[in-house]
């Protein structure tokens, strides 16, 4: 009978990220987090699938997030000092690190604190204010 071995036990994934974290501080050249997988291996995806099989355990979690935020700093600099292609890296960041583009609203009334009774009330002020 054939059983199911976990290969990635949790000791073993800590000690991976563990190793992927001190490499990623000797390298500065390192800005993807695939780069860290080149010589490994195991995929990033399996590196995901780590994140997500784990993600009950803080360590793991944090060394993930440390990861994370050294290459999306990286990422930010190296485009801001134009070492980068600052056009892919805004990709990168959208779709890597939930970046979107700003989006500006003008309202000349941000700061309007009514107290009012009822919804006619309401709508009074606002067509006095030609806010409708």
Do not use: P
């Amino acid at each position: 009978m054939k059983t199911n071995t976990l290969i990635y036990t949790e000791e073993f994934v800590l000690n991976e990220l563990t190793a992927l974290l001190k490499e990623l501080s000797d390298n500065e050249e390192i800005v993807y987090i695939g780069e860290l997988f080149e010589k490994k291996n195991y995929s990033r995806q399996r590196y995901s699938e780590w994140i997500t099989t784990y993600s009950q355990v803080k360590e793991i979690i944090r060394i993930s997030d440390t990861l994370k935020e050294i290459l999306e700093t990286r990422a930010v600099k190296g485009a801001m000092t134009n070492k980068l292609n600052s056009t892919f890296i805004i990709f990168h960041l959208k779709n890597n690190y939930k970046w979107v583009d700003k989006s500006e609203v003008a309202n000349n009334n941000t700061n309007l604190n009514l107290e009012v009774e009822d919804s006619k009330e309401l709508n009074d002020l606002l067509k006095d204010n030609k806010l409708i």
